[in-house]
């Protein structure tokens, strides 16, 4: 967990799968992060219906906190929504979100019937509530993903809404700032006044946040990527026909650039700064590329399946999962890996996707719309919202939590992702030392590679949690060894260690 005397986070040199607390007691082990997320966790204004109340909705953060907490997560996706009025689910759900970063002085009244912006005025509230919801998750021992740009309610929720709610919408400020679509506010060059406004309030977050440790930011959520989509999904969202979306990519290296450059011009300590998938872009294959080759530590990839290579997408009925969700890649080391649900998988989330995710080298987090209806476990999301209930994703939220206690036990800065040491293909190793593997068909006996040596041996069943010592293995040679879960069929995993007491 992340304690106040530890300092932030850096990718870990000795494996740059994982970070690592630059100072403190801490400095020096891996940092797993794990956890689940929902839009309305930092801004007011979500619940169902196409229209809100007059009080926007508030969830109960603290009642959030409990709740991941007590399944063992330590990661937030803090979400920034920057529309006032806006909708989601397919318009069965109204994400009208308060408060915004800006003042709302008039004259005048905006699309949601309050105070216009003045975008050349910051609003304290904003930042304050800001400050205190990463200041709790940190006495929580959780760490936030900052987000600071939104780019998916842009251009993929429902028109007009996903321009006419935003601040800089021409009826909603008083600076005469008029943009028209995503392109005006996520692909360069910006005009001068939107520039100088956004540079304006990501220093002031940074400002704001710099000396928390427990600090991470995102650049934006789904900001488009120069592609286009077919008409068919165009109608889906809402729209006559497709329209024209530019590249964001270099207004992103510009945020990251921007955020990087303040830290230091400030003598801050720096915090990573991370990339996630950008839709539609011109080749779903590539749409990673643009964050491997960024100046960012970490990434959220996204769908890149050969089979979405000519249009389709993991999320459309019938449709095959991506590799992502059903066999993640191999983490490399290239950049810290939060693989986020989101991003390919949005709706589904189940225990077998965060161990594979985990095994694999990667951070797990969950895009958890079984939290759009409530906290509880009674919650049940109303049929037409066409979400799954709270129950649904409880596997999920408890398997991370569970990789999270392995991971906190094992040695992890020290082990390497293995497809080939087991026959699963699903193997965490420090080789000669300890290792944990996956089986997760529960189809009987599978065989792992390891040195001649006594080991311990715990199994975790994943469906029930539940854990079990077996006897002593000895590998009196190198070589395969066969191995036979104790519990009745199903996913299970085992948790070998080189005895040090002989």
Excluded at 12 to 35: C, D, E, K, Q
Excluded at 250 to 270: L, M, P, S
Excluded at 413 to 436: K, V
Aim: glycine share 10%.
């Amino acid at each position: 967990m992340p304690r106040q005397a530890d300092g932030p986070l850096a990718v870990s040199t000795r494996n740059p799968r994982y970070f690592t607390p630059t100072t403190g007691p801490g400095a020096g082990r891996a940092v797993y992060l794990t956890g689940s997320h929902i839009w309305n966790n930092l801004h007011d204004g979500m619940g169902p219906g196409p229209d809100g109340p007059d009080e926007p909705e508030r969830m109960d953060y603290d009642a959030y906190l409990r709740f991941l907490t007590e399944r063992g997560h330590n990661f937030i996706r803090l979400w920034r929504w920057e529309q006032v009025r806006s909708q989601a689910a397919g318009g069965n759900y109204h994400l009208n979100m308060s408060p915004q970063p800006w003042a709302r002085t008039g004259p005048g009244t905006a699309k949601d019937g309050k105070p216009r912006f003045d975008l050349e005025q910051l609003d304290e509230g904003f930042f304050r509530r800001l400050r205190e919801r990463v200041t709790a998750a940190g006495e929580a021992g959780i760490y936030v993903g900052v987000m600071l740009f939104d780019g998916w309610a842009l251009h993929l929720s429902p028109p007009p809404d996903h321009v006419e709610g935003h601040p800089f919408h021409a009826g909603n400020n008083v600076n005469g700032v008029s943009a028209t679509s995503i392109n005006d506010l996520r692909v360069l060059p910006l005009d001068p006044r939107v520039r100088a406004i956004q540079e304006a309030y990501v220093r002031k977050v940074v400002d704001t946040l710099h000396d928390l440790p427990n600090v991470l930011w995102e650049v934006a959520n789904e900001s488009c990527g120069g592609g286009t989509v077919t008409d068919e999904f165009a109608g889906f969202l809402g729209m006559d026909k497709a329209p024209s979306w530019g590249d964001s990519t270099d207004w992103q290296y510009w945020v990251i650039d921007t955020v990087k450059e303040h830290e230091a011009a400030r003598g801050y300590d720096a915090h990573p700064i991370g990339i996630t998938m950008q839709f539609p872009v011109a080749e779903q294959t590539k749409v990673n590329e643009p964050l491997l080759g960024s100046r960012a530590e970490w990434i959220s990839p996204g769908y890149d399946d050969d089979i979405f290579a000519h249009g389709g997408h993991p999320m459309a009925p019938g449709a095959p999962p991506s590799r992502w969700y059903a066999d993640p890649p191999i983490a490399d080391g290239a950049k810290v890996v939060i693989s986020d649900t989101d991003h390919y998988a949005p709706g589904q989330g189940d225990a077998l996707w965060a161990w594979k995710s985990f095994l694999r080298g990667h951070h797990p987090i969950l895009m958890d719309y079984g939290l759009i209806a409530g906290l509880e476990p009674g919650a049940e999301s109303p049929a037409e919202s066409g979400v799954p209930p709270f129950a649904h994703y409880e596997p999920a939220r408890w398997a991370m939590g569970d990789t999270r206690r392995y991971a906190e036990r094992i040695g992890l800065i020290d082990m390497q992702p293995r497809r080939d040491l087991a026959s699963t293909g699903y193997a965490l190793a420090n080789s000669g030392s300890e290792y944990l593997v996956l089986e997760p068909e529960g189809g009987g006996a599978f065989t792992v590679d390891l040195p001649a040596g006594s080991y311990q041996v715990e199994w975790f069943d994943v469906t029930t949690r539940e854990t079990t010592a077996a006897d002593v293995l000895s590998a009196e040679s190198e070589g395969k060894i066969e191995l036979s879960s104790p519990f009745p069929p199903g996913p299970a995993v085992v948790y070998l260690r080189v005895r040090d007491d002989i």
